[in-house]
């Protein structure tokens, strides 16, 4: 009874191993189909670093563009006359 038992577990274990193994080579596939690896995660961390604070000065201008679009709408709103 606990030979067959074990035997049972073992063809279980090797079971789940070969599905484990399948699920790898899929997950494999996938990766390199959407460029995705340890060499490129390296690269694309710098890049994204790169883009990141091109993202933050561009909006530092923005913000700058906006304060004296403000305050132009601001000096033209005291130019208009009331009533």
């Known amino acids: 009874m606990i030979m067959q038992e074990n ?6 274990i090797n079971s789940l191993r070969r599905e484990l193994k399948v699920t ?18 390296m690269s694309d961390a710098a890049e994204m670093r790169f883009k990141l604070q091109h993202a933050i000065e561009d909006r530092d201008e923005i913000d700058i563009a906006h304060e004296k679009e403000i305050e132009v709408h601001r000096h033209m709103c005291y130019l208009v006359p009331y009533g």
Not at 7 to 12: F, G
Not at 24 to 41: F, W
């Open 7 to 12: 035997m049972l577990l073992v063809y279980e």
């Open 24 to 41: 790898r080579d899929k997950i494999s596939s996938y990766e390199v189909m959407l460029g995705i690896n340890q060499a490129t995660q």
